[in-house]
């Protein structure tokens, strides 16, 4: 069963960037003119006067401590947690100088720490009790640095899309042109389920400090267009592009079946529920190109 949410069921707007779910099980999905929240049945909607920094949110990030922090235009911090939107002007330790950059990714440590990566390659911590900018110096870092330091980092984002996947300050790091094991090998379906997916081009990778290796090539399977998202669902494979969603039923088993499930649509996320549910964020191809939340029950 597909069925497709607009702004007439309620959403904030046409165009949907990406969605998170929370420890509740709510759903928020990220959009130009606010964020929405799904119970499953309805959205409430929130933007600068429920408290947001920005109504532009362009990404959500869902940490270990219950709380959904909005990624914004502007750059400046807020989260929702205990039913309200925390920004610097409720709470000061979310204050700080974003320097006009905006936050790209968010990452926690084992103290559950939060940090963020920005546009202009800089790190900002925030504790709980302040935020702080250059927290490890003011030199710049980019996402291959802070995946190196797997032992302290823990991305709160399943995959990136990058332009390579040379860490230029990981000489130890062994990069592979084609995968040493084959999909039906149990350790390396684990592997790739448990770590970083890196997005380059047409070309899924596993990252891990160790080596980078790739597991899926778009091409190979007949798709010629950039890979735009994907995700994991056990041993299934989902591939987003901006012309379709595909998927690979038992792709980490070993088999070969391309399925097309929407053509003709751009797909920029793809998240699956705790109730087994799967919701891609995509664009039709129209004149507008409104990018709208769908949800996509399958059967088990």
Known sequence: M???????????????????QDVEGFIWFATPTGVSKFDGKRFRNYTKKDGLTDNDVVKLAADSRGRIWFFTSNGKLSFFHNHIVHNEDTDSTLSYNSRSHYVQYAFEDRARTIWFL???????QYNGRKTVYDKLGASSMD??????????????????NLQGVKDSNNFQQKIFITAPFSLGNQRFAERIQQ?????????????????IMPFFSGTEWGIREEISSVSIDGDNLWIGTPR????IRDFFKGEK?????????FITSILHDRDGN???HLRR????????????RLPR
Do not use: E
Request: aromatic share 10%; net charge positive.
């Open 2 to 20: 597909i069925r497709n949410y607009n702004v007439k069921d309620g959403l904030a707007n046409a165009t949907v960037y990406s969605a998170v």
């Open 118 to 124: 920005n546009s202009a390659g800089r790190l900002i």
């Open 143 to 160: 996402v291959m640095s802070i995946l190196s330091k797997d032992s302290v980092f823990q991305p709160l984002q399943r995959y990136f």
């Open 195 to 211: 770590n970083p997916v890196i997005i380059t081009g047409n070309t899924l990778y596993s990252y891990t400090p160790q080596d």
């Open 244 to 247: 379709a969603l595909y998927l």
């Open 257 to 265: 079946k391309l399925s097309k499930l929407l053509n003709n649509h």
């Open 278 to 280: 799967t919701d891609h």
């Open 285 to 296: 191809r129209c004149v507008s190109y409104p990018l709208q939340a769908l949800l996509l």
